[in-house]
């Protein structure tokens, strides 16, 4: 994520603020400049056009839209479907915490360039459903479709522990969830009638053999042991698909942690760097890069430094991934993915 400014006195401010903490002003984020405003209605020696989301009224979202009486929604908000009602209040602030999530995951996905259209006006489009477990049985959080279900559960933070524990994943956030869940659904985006779906078969495996049996077996049998010779989780064992959506989420992170380091600055010295013989010597913008292989030595010598940061304050790693070759062609082959769609 990049590192932004106020428009007004040049103070550093975060993508979830809306207002600056050392001016004062009010201010949304501006999805096409990728950047942030202060709104004319707010502060009236700023000449534009632009209006809140509508869901910034209830805290929940801090993005702009031009003000045209097209839309009230942004571009994150739009996509969904159900959400629960303001009286519904612990549901309504669960809601909040993974729209935090769900703004990241929208902010990278514009980065990409990948299509984002609301299902809501384009049948072949995305839509959220957040929704309490109470509404219906046997419900998970999951993709079908174009229609992403989160569970509001997946928010409260005792909860999702609990679980990153009963399953053994070194890692469980809100964000993991949505790049996981967007996985899915670009799968089908890019292989569904595509030549590439051999290239995909060759790193990834047949998806075309039962999924739910896949499933079954996995829950009752857990991970071979060796998987992490070629798996980044042990959930990406279960299927092909899942691997896909595994590893789709994986590269995100590691797209945003490094456009991260470069908006901040972070370089290397020689000495942090060459025991792996990596030989980096700065971050630079990952979305700039075409080649996966700086991009993978770049973010082994961050996440390095970055766990030994957390290692001080007694805190478990950031990056708690060990990635061996197979993940590292699967990582390509994402890239590769990525570059072809962006310069087609
Ligand atoms: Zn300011
Ligand atoms: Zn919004
Ligand atoms: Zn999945």
Redesign the pocket.
């Known amino acids: 994520m990049k590192i932004f400014k106020c428009p007004n006195c040049a103070s550093t401010i975060f993508f979830e603020n809306s207002r600056c903490v050392n001016c004062g002003n009010v201010l949304g984020y501006d999805a096409v400049s990728d950047g942030f405003i202060i709104p004319n209605s707010y502060n009236s020696y700023y000449n534009n056009n632009f209006k809140f989301c509508d869901n910034h009224k209830y805290g929940i979202c801090n993005w702009l839209i031009e003000d045209d009486g097209n839309h009230i929604f942004c571009k994150a908000c739009e996509l969904n479907r159900k959400v629960p009602a303001e009286s519904d209040t612990e549901n309504f602030q669960k809601w909040k915490k993974l729209e935090v999530a769900k703004h990241r995951l929208v902010y990278q996905l514009l980065k990409l360039n990948l299509p984002l259209e609301s299902k809501i006006k384009n049948n072949q489009g995305i839509a959220f459903d957040f929704l309490s477990e109470n509404n219906s049985d046997n419900m998970v959080t ?2 079908a479709g174009g229609v992403i279900t989160i569970l509001l559960s997946e928010a409260d933070s005792v909860h999702r522990e609990q679980i990153r524990m009963q399953m053994d994943e070194p890692y469980r956030t809100l964000l993991g969830h949505f790049r ?2 967007m ?2 659904y670009y799968w089908g985006f890019f292989f569904d009638y595509s030549d590439n779906i051999f290239n995909f078969r060759n790193l990834f495996g047949d998806e075309r053999q039962d999924y739910n049996q896949a499933i079954n077996h996995y829950y009752c049998y857990g991970a071979p042991l060796n998987w992490n010779l070629n798996f980044i989780s042990k ?1 990406a064992t279960s299927h092909p ?2 691997d896909w ?2 590893t789709w989420a994986h590269y995100l992170h590691i797209m945003d942690t490094l456009e991260t380091g470069n908006a901040i600055g972070i370089s290397f010295s020689s000495n942090q760097t060459q025991n792996q013989e990596i030989h980096i010597t700065r971050c630079s913008n990952p979305y700039q890069t075409r080649d996966f292989k700086t991009i993978f030595e770049t973010s082994i010598a961050l996440t390095s430094a970055v766990n030994s940061l957390n290692r001080s304050m007694g805190l478990p790693d950031i990056y708690p991934f060990v990635v061996p070759e197979p993940v590292f062609q699967k990582l390509s082959f994402i890239h590769n993915l990525f570059n072809q769609h962006l310069y087609s």
């Open positions: 999951g993709h996981h869940e996985g899915h959930y698909w899942e959506a595994e």
